[in-house]
């Protein structure tokens, strides 16, 4: 792998800890030279350590400098291998999920706060029995309004023939009644993006915001995933 003098780039990686930061004051060509970069090692050698040590010993090895010509940067993060911000913000977002409800939950007309419970609800951060049991903490050992399938916030807002019922009350009201969850319907997200497809316009925009304020209304719900545990 053919490389400039290598004279004006630092050689830095996440195995050195030196206080005095003179470790990362060597130039790459210094610390390719007689394999400079092992003496600038410090901290326990781990065997996640001794792995990327391997990995880097092998990719510095096959780097082959050329005197006398000199370094040329390049920021692989844009196609023109010229630094942007725009790019280095791109990069952030890299292996991120795209959270798929965020205009269901945030174009509405409900108020914040009850957005924010269907936020909190759409990344599973409730207080609901499963995550008590995974933290061994005290926990009912099943769905205190049917008894009959663990406590999950999937089930207590969609799966829970309560939740049937009081979601065939409130869409009642407004005509939709036939969007209510059916047996099949188990997770909450899948529910709600299925029935806002089905329809358009502010009624879509309507339904979001019921979906939205209505749990809050649901004091039972409220009260377990808030305020008692
Ligand atoms: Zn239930």
């Given at each position: 792998m053919p490389y400039g003098s290598a004279h004006s780039g630092h050689f830095i990686t996440n195995f050195f800890h030196d206080p005095d930061k003179s470790?990362?004051?060597?130039t790459v060509a210094d610390a390719l030279t007689n394999h400079g970069w092992v003496q600038d090692i410090r901290g326990v050698a781990t065997v996640e350590v001794i792995m990327d040590f391997l990995h880097l010993w092998d990719l510095v090895t096959e780097m082959a400098l050329r005197s006398g010509v000199s370094d040329k940067h390049i920021w692989r993060l844009n196609s023109s291998g010229h630094y942007s911000a725009w790019s280095a913000y791109e990069a952030l977002f890299q292996g991120s999920i795209l959270f798929s409800p965020w205009e269901q939950i945030w174009k509405t007309w409900a108020p914040n706060k009850c957005r924010l419970l269907l936020w909190l609800v759409s990344h599973d951060r409730c207080w609901t029995a499963d995550h008590l049991k995974r933290r061994h903490l005290p926990h009912p050992e099943s769905c205190p309004f049917c008894d009959q399938e663990d406590e999950t916030i999937d089930h207590l807002l969609t799966g829970c023939v309560f939740a049937h019922q009081f979601w065939f009350t409130v869409l009642q009201r407004f005509g939709l009644a036939a969007l209510a969850p059916q047996p099949v319907d188990n997770l909450f997200e899948t529910w709600w993006s299925r029935i806002a497809a089905m329809v358009s316009g502010t009624t879509q925009q309507g339904l979001n915001s019921v979906i939205i304020l209505e749990p809050g209304c649901f004091g039972s719900i409220g009260m377990i995933v808030f305020s008692t545990r």
């Open positions: 470790s990362n004051r060597r």
